[in-house]
């Protein structure tokens, strides 16, 4: 039955992809209601299973438990699957004949080494939609190179235009964003293909280059230089023509507002939060532009304001005054958050292994929806017998047959238990 709160309600995803920008994707198509089936070779799983296991009481199948994981996994099947084998690849041209969509991620080389070309995955279903994420595309000299999230945002320029002037520094932005930014581009890219397939019977091949995406984000700065011939300046919290316009230490260790001042008029309602201090009255604070220019001091001055206060009542004074400005918050601190607990925002997520733990819900609310996650990232090949033999019709002895074989599996190759595994010392 259609779910008006899921829109891709009857949408079957083939997902191939692995570590963040491709399964983000794929997440968010299961989240909007499609059955997203993880396929995962038994000796080449998606590495984010293993890449960072569980710094407390790892589960005994600690490759099912680990958070980047669930994060990206959860509302997901796991069918375990040798894509490489002859046996492997028939049963994935059976699968696709119920598919709408393949997503994969890999190396510009793989689905070509493997067989899997898109004129291959047409043979089976004519109308398939294929999502392929290659970091730098499908063609052009740079093709075959690897890009992982921080390569990315550094070959798309972004890591040019971040940083503090005084150390002339660029920086990174510490979580590979990049990856996110991918994978909602490629959500995104499905449904219209998917629209595109309702009006025309056609699928397509859409060739997503991980890099030209994090690009199409930095346009005022290509624009600045074919215009001016002009590169940014790091300038770190500060702004080219806001001021005052930083991060700004309250009362306690580590506190912090951000402030944004647009116009005079804010400036006014700054003013007035502090107090009406005189030093505000000076001249080379009347005017937008001269606050830009003794920025540095006015940061100052503001800053010794704003020390004396908590984070939540400066901003309450610069909320009452209509003046931009949010605490810096605490990652443990947003859980707690008032407006977003009112929202519903977090949700309660419970696994067999891991426990319960809170987790982001929807990235946008659609009318009727209820809970955003309806169940934990799988195990690994938790659903081979419901795709094997549910979908395909294969029969137990198959399925016990193609195990024997190692083309499917419900652990991954040579990957110890916990109870096998050496003591560590616990990184918390």
């Not at 997901?76 to 991620?105: P, Q, R, T, W, Y």
């Not at 995955?121 to 921080?150: N, S, W």
């Not at 030209?212 to 346009?219: A, K, N, P, R, Y």
């Not at 919290?237 to 260790?253: F, I, K, L, S």
């Amino acid at each position: 039955m259609f779910d008006p709160g899921r829109p891709l309600t009857g949408v079957r995803v083939a997902d191939l992809t692995m570590i963040w920008a491709g399964p983000y994707a794929a997440k968010i198509l299961a989240d909007q209601g499609a059955e997203v089936i993880k396929i995962e070779s038994p000796r080449a799983w998606d590495n984010i299973r293993t890449l960072l296991p569980p710094p407390v009481a790892p589960g005994e199948h600690w490759w099912n438990t680990n958070f980047y994981f669930h994060e990206y996994s959860r509302n997901k099947k796991s069918l375990s699957l040798d894509l490489a084998s002859d046996d492997g690849k028939a049963i994935f041209a059976k699968l696709l004949g119920h598919c709408d969509v393949v997503i994969e991620n890999y190396r510009t080389d793989v689905m070509d080494n493997l067989g899997l070309s898109y004129e291959w995955l047409r043979e089976q279903k004519e109308d398939i939609i294929v999502v392929g994420m290659a970091g730098f595309g499908k063609t052009g000299p740079e093709k075959d190179a690897v890009g992982y999230g921080p390569i990315i945002e550094m070959m798309s320029g972004m890591t040019s235009t971040s940083g503090y002037g005084d150390d002339g520094v660029p920086y990174k932005s510490g979580i590979s964003y990049g990856d996110p930014i991918a994978g909602v581009c490629a959500a995104a890219a499905v449904a219209t293909a998917l629209i595109h397939r309702k009006r025309t019977g056609q699928g397509q091949y859409i060739d997503l280059a991980q890099r030209e995406v994090m690009s199409t984000l930095l346009g005022e700065f290509y624009m600045d230089w074919s215009m001016n011939q002009r590169l940014p300046e790091h300038m770190g919290n500060g702004h080219d023509w806001m001021a005052p316009h930083n991060v700004y230490p309250c009362a306690g260790e580590d506190e912090w507002i951000a402030i944004c001042v647009r116009t005079d008029g804010e400036w006014e309602g700054l003013k007035r939060a502090m107090g009406s201090p005189e030093w505000a009255e000076r001249t080379e604070f009347t005017d937008q532009i001269l606050r830009w220019e003794h920025r540095q001091e006015l940061d100052e001055l503001v800053g010794s304001w704003s020390s004396t206060m908590s984070k939540t009542d400066v901003f309450d004074a610069l909320h009452a005054e209509q003046v931009p400005s949010s605490p810096v918050w605490k990652m443990l601190e947003v859980l707690r958050e008032p407006h977003i607990k009112a929202r519903g925002f977090y949700e309660p997520l419970r696994h067999p292994e891991v426990g319960i733990w809170a987790v982001h819900g929807w990235l946008w609310r659609t009318d009727g929806a209820g809970p955003c996650v309806l169940a934990p990232a799988p195990e690994f090949g938790q659903h081979n017998a419901e795709v094997l033999g549910g979908l395909l019709g294969m029969s137990y002895e198959e399925r016990s047959a193609l195990e024997a074989a190692g083309i499917i599996a419900s652990r991954p190759e040579g990957v110890p238990l916990a109870s096998e595994m050496p003591a560590t010392p616990s990184m918390l």
